[in-house]
C-alpha cells in the first residue's frame, strides 16, 4: 500500500512515463500502443485508490518545491478535483483505446508525436485536478494549451494551422492577459494563492482592500481568463479546433481541455472567492444594482442560448457538437457564477455527466467517419441501419446532454435549475428550459433522421467502424445512463465542498 | 551672469561648442569619413573639459605641472594609480605604508584642486601642482579614441572596397537595389 | 593525483587575488593567441580560458554567497586611491551569467566559426572574443568609474571587429553603424564620469556617493547624471536609442550574435543599475528626476514598437533582435520600480534573458549553419531533418514568451508582481499584453519549421553536428531548469536586489 | 617621395634624432613627463616616415609586418607579465613593492621604480607597433585598390 503521498506521485508520474514510453518505442507501433493502454489503466486504478481516501474525507498533499521564491507548486486533492481526475483518467482508457482504432483505420502520420501529446495533456489535466495553488493551476493550465497544440494541428496542412492559430492564439492570449494577471492581483490583495474553502478573498474585502467594483473586474479576469471555459465571446478556438482527429476533438471537447477550463472556474469561485462571498456582494448589489457576478451570469446564459442556436445552422456534425460544447459549458460557468449551493454542485456534476455524453457523441461522428467517411450531417440519412450500434449510442447520449432521464444530464440540469432559483435568479430557469429544447432541435433529429430515413446512395460501403472504435462508445453510451443512477454518490461527494 | 564668470569659464564654452560642432557633423553627415572626423572632434571636446578641470592657477603662488623637482625623495610626489597605471611614481625608498600616507596627502591637494580648477588649494605645499589624474585618464580616452578612430576607418576602407562610395545614402540605396 | 587537484583547486578558489585573474586572464591570453598563431591550438586554448574565467566567477559567487562582499585592491592601492574591484551579489551574478554564456558560447562556436568566418581571420577572432569578454566582465568587477568606461571601451571595440567580420557586406556597415553610436555613447558616460570627478575629486564609486551626498552642486549632479543616463541607453539599446542594433545583431557571424546578444546589453544596464543605486540614489533619480515614469514610457513603447517590428520580419535574426530590444523595455520597468521586489526582477530577467536569448541564438546559428540562410522561408519544415535543433528553439521560444516552466515565466511572474506591489495596474496589464506579441513572433517561426513542406535548402540540410547541439540544449536545458527551480537564480537576485537598496538607504 | 631630396635628406637626417627622442621620453617616463604611449607615438613616427619618404616596402624591411604584429602582443604580455609577477611574489596584482631586490641597488631601479619601467615598456612597445600596423594597414589597402 501506497501512502496518499506517493499515490499523488505516482498518478502525476504515470502520464510522464506513457510519454516516455510513447517516444521509446516511437518504431514499433505495436508495443507503443500497448504501453499506451497499460499505463492508463494503471492510472486509473491509482486514481481510484486516491478516490477512496478523498471521498472518505482525506485531504492527501504533496508539495514538490518552490517556483518562484515565495510560491510553491503543490498539490492537494479535494472531492471536485478528485471527480474531475477521475473522469479524466477513466476516460482515457477509452480515449486511447478508440484512439488507436481511428489513428491506424486513417492511417495517419506522425502517430509517436499524437500520442505523446496526448499523454501530455492527461498529465497537465492531472496536475490541475489536484492544483493546491493558483500558481499551480495555472501552470497546469499552460501545459495543458502547449501540449495540445501539436494535437490540433496534426494534420499538418493549412487549415490545421489556422485552427492551430486560433486555438493557441486565443487560449494562451487570454490566460497571459487575463488569468495570470488575475492570479497576480489575487495573490497582490490576499497575500495568497492557495485554495482554501470558504475562499481567500472574504478577508481582504471585508478590511477593504478591494472595492466591489475591483472584485467584479477580478471575477470577470477569471472568467474570461480561463479562456478554456469557452465563454461567448471568446469561443472561437473551439470550433477552430475541430480540424483535429476525432479523438483529439474527444479529448478536447469532452474530458480534458474544456473541463480544465469550467473546472478552474469552479475552483476560482469557490476556493478563492467563496460561494458566500459572491452572493453577499451580488445581494447588496454594488454595481448600480448588478451583483458582481450577475451580469456574467447574463453573459453565460446567452452563451448557452446562442451556441444552440449557432449549433443549429450547422450541418458538419463535428462543428455542431463544438457548438453544443460551448453551449454546456456555459451551463457549467454559470452553475459556478450563481454561487448557489446547488448550482455549484450542478456545475461539478455536469462536468461528469457532460464529459461522458459528449465524448460519447464525439466517438460516434469519429466512428461515423472511418466508417462511412460522412462529415455533414444531411449525407446521413439512413446510415442508422448500416451503423445502427453507433447511432443507437448516439442517440443515448444525445439524451443524456439535453437532460432527459434516463441520461445522467437530467440530474445536473435539475440541480442547475434548482440553483437558479436558490440564488433569486429564478427567470434564468427560463434560458435553461429553452436551451433544453434547443438541445432536442440540434441533436435528436440526427440518429432520426439516420434510423427512419431510407438508405441513400451507395450504401454497400457502409458499416461499423472497427471494433476499438465501436466498443469505447458503447462503453461510455451505457455510462451515461449508468451515471443517473449514482448521481447520488457524486451528489454526497460534492456536498462535501460547498 | 557678470563678464567675469562668462569669460572666467571660457573653457566650457570652448568644449560645448566643440562638442555641439563635432555631434552635429556627426549627425548632419552623410559622407562616413566626415562622420568620423565629426566623432573625433566630440571626443575631442570632452578631453579639453578633463584636461582644463586639472588645470590650477593661482595668482600667487607658482603653480607647475606635477614634476619632481630636486630629486627623489620629495613626499609630494605627484602620483596616479587609475588609467593604465602609466602614473609617474618615483619613490625610491619607501615601504609601502609610508607610501600611502604620502598618497594620502597629496591626493588631499588633488580632490581640492578637482573643484572647479579655478578654486584655492589649501595651503599645504610651498607650489602647487596642476592635477595629474585627468592628464593621465585622457591619456587612456585618447588611446581609446585612436583605436575607435583606426576601426571606423578601417570599416570605411572595407565599404568603400565592397559598395565603391562611402556616401551612406548612396550605400543604402545599393543596398535596397540589392534587395 | 585526483587529490592533489583538489587541494590545488580548493587553494586557488580561496585565492584572494580571484576578481583581477577573472580580468587579467583572459586580457593576457588575448595577446598570447595572436602570438601563437596556431588556428587550432589558438581555439582549444581560448576555450580553457573561458572556462577559467567561469571557473571564477563560480567560486567568487561562492565567496559572496558565503561571507558577503570583499574587494581587491589593484597595486596595493587603497580605496579610495588606488583602483579597487568589488564584488558583490550583484556583479557576481552577472558576472556569472556573463562568463557562462561567454564559455558555452565559445563551446559551441567551431562548427559556426568554420563555416562563417573567413579562415585567415580565425586567430583574430578567438582573441577579440576573449577581448569583448573582458571587457564586459571588467565592467562588473570594477568598483573605480573611469575603470568602467575603459573596460566599456574594450568591450565595444573588441564587438565592433567581431560585427564586422560578417560575411555579407552589411557587415562592416551596420558594424560603422554601431561604432558611430557607441562611441557617442561611450563620450557621453566619459562626460558624465568627468563632471562627477569634477564634483567629487575622486573615481572610486563608493567614494563618489558618499561625496555626492554631502555635496551641494545639484545641477552638475544632474547633468552628470543626464550624460550618463543617455550614454548608457545608448549601449543598452533602449527604445528609441537602439537603432544600431537590429542591423548589428543580423548581420554579425552568428556566434558573435549569440554572444553579444546575450550579454552585451545586460552589462550595460548592470552598470546603469549601479549608477542609479550605488553611485546616486533611486531618490535622485526616481524623485528628484522622474526618470521612472519617462523609463516606464520609454520601456512600454519600445516594448510595443519592437514586438511588432518583430513581428513583421523575415529575417530570422533580425527578428530576435528586435525581441532582444523589447525585452531590454521589461528591465527597465522591473529597476524603475525601485522596490525590492522590482529591482530583484529587472535583475533576475537579464538572468533569465541572457540564457533564452543567447539559446535561441544559438538554434540560428545552427540553421545558419546547415540551411545556409537565417531567412524563415527557407527554414520550412526543418523539423523534418534537423528535429533536435527545431525543438530547442520550441523550448527557448516558449522561455521567450514567459510560459511556465520556462525561465520567462519566472521573470515574468516576479516583474508582475513586483509592478502589482507598487501599485501600478495599468503598467502590468500593458506588460502582459505586450509579451502577447511575443507569441505572435515566436510562434510564426514554430509554426514554419513545423508545419509547412520542407523547402528546397531544408531537404538538402541534416541535423546539426553535436558539437553545437549539446552546447545549445545545455542552455535551453537551463532555461526550464532555472524556470522550475529558482534557488540561483531568483534569490540570488534578491539577494542582489536587497544589498543594491540597502546600500543606497532605501531598505534599512 | 624618394624623389624630392630635400625631403629625403632631412628625413633622413630626423629619423635617427626622432627615436633617440622616443627612447628618451620613454626611459625617462619614470621621472618626468613621458611615458610609454608617448613614447610609443614618437617612435612610430619615426618608422611611418620612412615609410613615407622610401615607401612602404622600404618600411616593411625595416619592421616586417609579422614581427611588429607580434610586438603588439609581446608588450601585452610584458604589461601583464609584471601584474602576474606581482601576484607570485605574494603582492596583489601590479603591487610593484614587492619587486624590491638588492642586486646591483642604485644602477638598477627596483620596487615601484622597476615596477613602472617594465610596464611602461611593455606599453611603449604595444603603441609602437599598434601605430605601425594601422599605418601598414591603410596604406596597403591603397595599393591593392
Redesign the interface.
Request: hydrophobic share 50%; charged share 15%.
Given at each position: 500500500m501506497m501512502t496518499p503521498e506517493q499515490l499523488i506521485m505516482t498518478s502525476l508520474a504515470l502520464p510522464l512515463l506513457a510519454v516516455g514510453l510513447v517516444f521509446l518505442f516511437g518504431k514499433i507501433p505495436n508495443l507503443r500502443d500497448g504501453c499506451s493502454i497499460v499505463v492508463s489503466v494503471l492510472l486509473f486504478g491509482v486514481t481510484c485508490q486516491l478516490a477512496q481516501l478523498v471521498f472518505n474525507g482525506e485531504r492527501p498533499e504533496l508539495v514538490i518545491g518552490e517556483m518562484i521564491p515565495g510560491f510553491k507548486i503543490r498539490f492537494l486533492i479535494e472531492p471536485l478535483g478528485m471527480i474531475f481526475a477521475l473522469v479524466a483518467s477513466g476516460l482515457w482508457i477509452l480515449t486511447t483505446i478508440y484512439a488507436i482504432g481511428y489513428m491506424r483505420g486513417h492511417h495517419e502520420k506522425n502517430q509517436t508525436r499524437f500520442f505523446a501529446c496526448f499523454a501530455a495533456a492527461i498529465f497537465a489535466a492531472l496536475s490541475a485536478a489536484y492544483a493546491a495553488n493558483l500558481l499551480t493551476l495555472f501552470v497546469a493550465y499552460e501545459v495543458m494549451t502547449i501540449s495540445t497544440y501539436p494535437l490540433v494541428t496534426h494534420n499538418g496542412d493549412e487549415e490545421a494551422k489556422r485552427g492551430g492559430r486560433v486555438y493557441l492564439g486565443i487560449l494562451i492570449s487570454t490566460s497571459i492577459a487575463f488569468f495570470l494577471f488575475a492570479i497576480v492581483w489575487t495573490g497582490h490583495i490576499a497575500g495568497t494563492l492557495d485554495f482554501v474553502p470558504g475562499g481567500i478573498l472574504q478577508q481582504p474585502f471585508a478590511e477593504g482592500k478591494i472595492s466591489p467594483a475591483g472584485l467584479a473586474a477580478l471575477l470577470a479576469l477569471f472568467t474570461f481568463g480561463i479562456g478554456k471555459a469557452a465563454l461567448m465571446p471568446f469561443h472561437r478556438w473551439l470550433p477552430a479546433a475541430m480540424v483535429a482527429p476525432t479523438p483529439v476533438s474527444a479529448l478536447l471537447h469532452a474530458v480534458a481541455v474544456v473541463k480544465v477550463g469550467v473546472f478552474s472556474i469552479l475552483k476560482v469561485v469557490i476556493y478563492v472567492f467563496g460561494i458566500d462571498l459572491i452572493r453577499e456582494t451580488n445581494l447588496t448589489g454594488s454595481l448600480s444594482d448588478v451583483g458582481i457576478s450577475d451580469w456574467l451570469c447574463y453573459l453565460a446564459a446567452a452563451s448557452i442560448l446562442l451556441a444552440s442556436l449557432v449549433a443549429m445552422t450547422k450541418d458538419n456534425l463535428k462543428a455542431r457538437l463544438a457548438y453544443s460544447t460551448i453551449s454546456q459549458l456555459a451551463y457549467i460557468t454559470l452553475g459556478a457564477l450563481l454561487a448557489s449551493e446547488s448550482s455549484v454542485i450542478g456545475g461539478g456534476m455536469h462536468i461528469v455527466m457532460h464529459a461522458v455524453g459528449k465524448i460519447t457523441l464525439f466517438f460516434c461522428a469519429g466512428a461515423i467517419y472511418v466508417g462511412a467517411h460522412k462529415k455533414n450531417i444531411s449525407d446521413m440519412r439512413g446510415l442508422g441501419r448500416a451503423m445502427p450500434l453507433t447511432f443507437a449510442a448516439f442517440l443515448v447520449a444525445s439524451i443524456s446532454i439535453i437532460g432527459l432521464p434516463p441520461g445522467g444530464g437530467s440530474w445536473s440540469k435539475w440541480f442547475l435549475a434548482v440553483g437558479c432559483v436558490e440564488s433569486g435568479q429564478a427567470w434564468l430557469m427560463g434560458a435553461l428550459m429553452i436551451s433544453s429544447l434547443l438541445n432536442i432541435a440540434y441533436l435528436v433529429p440526427i440518429p432520426i433522421r439516420a434510423f427512419m430515413t431510407p438508405k441513400g446512395e451507395e450504401p454497400q460501403k457502409w458499416h461499423e467502424a472497427p471494433m476499438m472504435c465501436v466498443v469505447p462508445l458503447c462503453i461510455t453510451a451505457v455510462g451515461s445512463v449508468v451515471l443517473m443512477f449514482f448521481a447520488d454518490s457524486i451528489y454526497r461527494v460534492l456536498l462535501q465542498i460547498v | 551672469m557678470t563678464p567675469e564668470t562668462f569669460f572666467g569659464l571660457f573653457n566650457y564654452w570652448i568644449v560645448i561648442c566643440l562638442m555641439m560642432t563635432g555631434?552635429y557633423i556627426?549627425i548632419s553627415s552623410g559622407n562616413?569619413i566626415k562622420?568620423?572626423i565629426g566623432?573625433n572632434i566630440?571626443?575631442t571636446s570632452?578631453f579639453l573639459?578633463?584636461i582644463t578641470?586639472g588645470k590650477l592657477t593661482d595668482p600667487v603662488k607658482r603653480v607647475t605641472?606635477p614634476?619632481?623637482e630636486g630629486g627623489h625623495g620629495d613626499s609630494h610626489g605627484d602620483?596616479s594609480?587609475?588609467?593604465?597605471?602609466?602614473?609617474?611614481?618615483?619613490?625610491?625608498e619607501h615601504?609601502?605604508e609610508q607610501?600611502?600616507d604620502a598618497?594620502?596627502h597629496a591626493?588631499a591637494d588633488?580632490?581640492?584642486?578637482?573643484?572647479?580648477g579655478a578654486e584655492h588649494a589649501h595651503e599645504v605645499a610651498e607650489v602647487l601642482y596642476s592635477n595629474p589624474l585627468?592628464s593621465v585618464?585622457m591619456?587612456?580616452?585618447?588611446?581609446?579614441g585612436i583605436?575607435?578612430t583606426?576601426?571606423?576607418?578601417?570599416?570605411?576602407?572595407?565599404?568603400?572596397?565592397?559598395?565603391g562610395t562611402i556616401e551612406e545614402d548612396e550605400?543604402l540605396e545599393l543596398?535596397k537595389e540589392l534587395q | 593525483m585526483i587529490e592533489q587537484l583538489i587541494q590545488f583547486l580548493d587553494v586557488v578558489s580561496k585565492s584572494p587575488h580571484l576578481p583581477v585573474l577573472l580580468i587579467a586572464i583572459p586580457l593576457v591570453a588575448a595577446p598570447l593567441l595572436i602570438l601563437i598563431g596556431n588556428r587550432k591550438l589558438v581555439q582549444i586554448l581560448s576555450l580553457i580560458v573561458a572556462w577559467v574565467v567561469f571557473g571564477i566567477s563560480v567560486a567568487m559567487l561562492g565567496r559572496v554567497l558565503a561571507t558577503g562582499a570583499f574587494e581587491y585592491q589593484?597595486?596595493?592601492?587603497?580605496s579610495p586611491?588606488?583602483?579597487v574591484y568589488r564584488v558583490d551579489h550583484f556583479n557576481a551574478f552577472v558576472m556569472l551569467f556573463v562568463s557562462a554564456l561567454g564559455a558555452l558560447v565559445l563551446t559551441y562556436s567551431p562548427p559556426s566559426v568554420a563555416a562563417e568566418i573567413p579562415r585567415s581571420k580565425h586567430y583574430l577572432f578567438y582573441p577579440s572574443y576573449l577581448l569583448c569578454m573582458t571587457g564586459l566582465l571588467g565592467m562588473c568587477v570594477t568598483g573605480?568609474l573611469?575603470?568602467v568606461?575603459?573596460f566599456l571601451?574594450i568591450s565595444s571595440?573588441s564587438s565592433?571587429?567581431l560585427i564586422?567580420l560578417g560575411k555579407t557586406?552589411?557587415a562592416?556597415?551596420a558594424?560603422?553603424q554601431y561604432?558611430?553610436l557607441g562611441?557617442?555613447g561611450?563620450?557621453f558616460f566619459?562626460?558624465g564620469i568627468?563632471l562627477l570627478?569634477?564634483?567629487?575629486?575622486?573615481?572610486n564609486m563608493a567614494d563618489i556617493a558618499e561625496k555626492l551626498a554631502a555635496s551641494d552642486a545639484k545641477r552638475a549632479e544632474l547633468v552628470a547624471f543626464a550624460f550618463m543616463t543617455v550614454g548608457l541607453f545608448i549601449k543598452m539599446a533602449v527604445f528609441p536609442l537602439h537603432t544600431w542594433l537590429p542591423n548589428a545583431y543580423t548581420y554579425a557571424p552568428s556566434v558573435v550574435t549569440t554572444f553579444i546578444a546575450a550579454t552585451s546589453t545586460k552589462v550595460s544596464v548592470y552598470a546603469f543599475v549601479r549608477m542609479v543605486y550605488t553611485i546616486y540614489t533611486p531618490k535622485f533619480a526616481f524623485e528628484t528626476l522622474p526618470l521612472d515614469r519617462a523609463m516606464v514610457v520609454l520601456a512600454l513603447i519600445g516594448i510595443f514598437v519592437a514586438s511588432i517590428a518583430a513581428i513583421y520580419q523575415t529575417n530570422v535574426k533580425r527578428l530576435l533582435a528586435y525581441s532582444s530590444v523589447a525585452q531590454i523595455g521589461y528591465m527597465l520597468l522591473g529597476i524603475g520600480l525601485a522596490t525590492e521586489a522590482g529591482v530583484a526582477a529587472g535583475v533576475v530577467h537579464m538572468f533569465n534573458h541572457a540564457f533564452i536569448k543567447g539559446g535561441l541564438f544559438m538554434v540560428v546559428g545552427c540553421f545558419a549553419l546547415r540551411i545556409g540562410s537565417v531567412r524563415l522561408e527557407d527554414w520550412r519544415g526543418a523539423a523534418s531533418v534537423m528535429p533536435m535543433t527545431c525543438f530547442a528553439w520550441a523550448v527557448g521560444g516558449l522561455g521567450l514568451i514567459g510560459v511556465p516552466m520556462t525561465a520567462g515565466f519566472v521573470s515574468k511572474w516576479m516583474l508582475l508582481t513586483a509592478t502589482m506591489d507598487a501599485g501600478n495596474l495599468t503598467v502590468a496589464m500593458l506588460m502582459l499584453i505586450s509579451s502577447l506579441l511575443a507569441v505572435v513572433y515566436v510562434w510564426k517561426v514554430v509554426e514554419a519549421i513545423y508545419f509547412s513542406e520542407p523547402s528546397e535548402k531544408v531537404k538538402a540540410a541534416k541535423e546539426a553536428p553535436l558539437t553545437m547541439l549539446i552546447p545549445t540544449y545545455v542552455v535551453i536545458g537551463a532555461t526550464v531548469v532555472f524556470g522550475c527551480w529558482t534557488v540561483y537564480s531568483a534569490e540570488i537576485a534578491q539577494l542582489a536586489a536587497k544589498a543594491l537598496l540597502n546600500a543606497s538607504g532605501v531598505v534599512q | 617621395m624618394i624623389d624630392f631630396p630635400i625631403i629625403r635628406v632631412v628625413s633622413k637626417f630626423m629619423i635617427p634624432y626622432i627615436l633617440l627622442f622616443g627612447l628618451y621620453v620613454q626611459f625617462h617616463?619614470?621621472?618626468?613627463?613621458?611615458?610609454?604611449?608617448q613614447a610609443g607615438v614618437i617612435f612610430a613616427s619615426a618608422i611611418i616616415l620612412y615609410g613615407l619618404v622610401f615607401g612602404l616596402p622600404a618600411a616593411k624591411s625595416v619592421a616586417p609586418e609579422w614581427f611588429v604584429e607580434k610586438l603588439i602582443a609581446l608588450g601585452l604580455v610584458i604589461y601583464a607579465g609584471t601584474g602576474f609577477t606581482c601576484i607570485a611574489l605574494g603582492g596583489n596584482f601590479?603591487d610593484y613593492?614587492v619587486l624590491d631586490h638588492h642586486v646591483l641597488p642604485g644602477f638598477l631601479p627596483h620596487?615601484?621604480?622597476l615596477g613602472?619601467f617594465v610596464?611602461?615598456l611593455g606599453?611603449g612597445i604595444t603603441?609602437t607597433s599598434v601605430m605601425i600596423v594601422?599605418y601598414y594597414?591603410?596604406s596597403a589597402?591603397e595599393r591593392r585598390?
Open positions: - | 555631434f556627426v562616413l562622420t568620423v566623432l566630440f571626443q570632452v573639459l578633463y578641470m605641472a614634476i619632481l602620483h594609480a587609475h588609467g593604465e597605471h602609466v602614473a609617474q611614481v618615483s619613490f625610491e615601504a609601502s607610501l600611502h598618497v594620502k591626493h588633488l580632490s581640492e584642486a578637482g573643484h572647479g585627468p585618464l591619456l587612456t580616452a585618447i588611446v581609446v583605436a575607435t583606426a576601426l571606423a576607418l578601417a570599416l570605411i576602407v572595407r565599404i568603400r572596397e565592397d559598395y550605400i543596398d | 589593484l597595486g596595493g592601492w587603497p586611491y588606488g583602483i573605480d573611469f575603470n568606461f575603459v571601451e571595440l565592433y571587429a564586422s557586406r552589411r562592416p556597415l558594424s560603422l561604432l558611430i562611441t557617442i561611450a563620450t566619459l562626460l568627468g570627478y569634477q564634483i567629487t575629486g575622486t573615481l | 617616463g619614470d621621472f618626468g613627463p613621458g611615458g610609454g604611449f601590479l613593492d620596487g615601484q621604480h613602472i610596464v611602461e606599453v603603441v594601422i594597414a591603410f589597402r585598390a
